[in-house]
């Protein structure tokens, strides 16, 4: 089965080979279990400022960096272009309700699986829209020996974010690899679209409400339902 899902990755973009070397990671709604907080927060940020965004879009825009998604739907809603520094306040808003939700909890089967694939010799990169500091900073202490924090890319690292490309040309350049060299590992629409746009072969574990299909429809190459689903296949994919 899975030799054909990569035969076709390969014929796709030309490849000669898949020889994966390192595998970048989305963080939120993959690392960690984090998204009900996010969409949340998003909700309740957002009609503060009078702009409508259900838990469900909060899904849907995903891996967008915070400035970015903000501009759009005021955007589409209002019909006008505030500035980055508007949207940075309203985001600032977002990022102190989020810092009131619960501790999400790191994804079941998510240490496992990064434990194989550091026992592969392969490299860990973490590639999130997000430009929280709090939560930038928990990813070294909760998965201590698994990503160091050279390897993490933030929204500080780029002008733009997911469903550009550019975010994982930045991890690929940060683990010095090709995108035949390289597996990204998502949980969002827009992320998966940065993903393929990149030319990396892309796994979506599906965490959230939305359906598999939207995942698979941005060019997902496989779709698991959860991470432990993912982790038991890790030796068969590779």
């Not at 849907?60 to 306040?89: L, P």
């Not at 160091?148 to 975010?167: H, L, N, Q």
Request: glycine share 8%; net charge negative.
């Amino acid at each position: 089965m899975y030799s054909k899902v990569i035969d076709n990755y390969l014929r796709k973009f030309g490849f000669r080979e898949f020889t994966p070397k390192a595998v970048l990671f989305d963080m939120d709604g993959v690392l960690y279990d984090s998204m009900p907080n996010h969409a949340y927060s998003w909700h309740t940020s957002m009609a503060f400022f009078g702009i409508e965004m259900s838990e469900a879009d909060a899904y849907a825009h995903e891996g967008m960096r915070g400035v970015e998604t903000i501009k759009k739907i005021v955007k589409e809603q209002r019909g006008i272009v505030i500035s980055d520094e508007e949207s940075q306040r309203m985001y600032d808003e977002k990022s102190r309700i989020f810092a009131t939700r619960p501790q999400a909890q790191v994804m079941e089967g998510v240490i496992d699986l990064q434990r194989k694939i550091k026992a592969c010799g392969m490299k860990i990169v973490v590639v999130t829209g997000s430009g929280q500091h709090s939560l930038l900073e928990k990813l070294t202490h909760d998965f201590s020996g698994l990503i160091e924090p050279g390897m993490i890319v933030s929204s500080f690292d780029v002008t733009r974010g997911k469903p550009d490309p550019m975010p994982y040309l930045k991890g690929m350049e940060k683990a010095g690899v090709k995108p035949w060299e390289a597996i990204v590992v998502e949980n969002a629409p827009l992320g998966v679209r940065a993903a393929v746009a990149a030319k990396i072969f892309t796994v979506a574990v599906n965490t959230g409400p939305l359906p598999n299909k939207m995942l698979s429809d941005e060019g997902a190459n496989l779709v698991f339902d959860r991470m432990t689903d993912f982790g038991n296949e890790w030796e068969r994919i590779i």
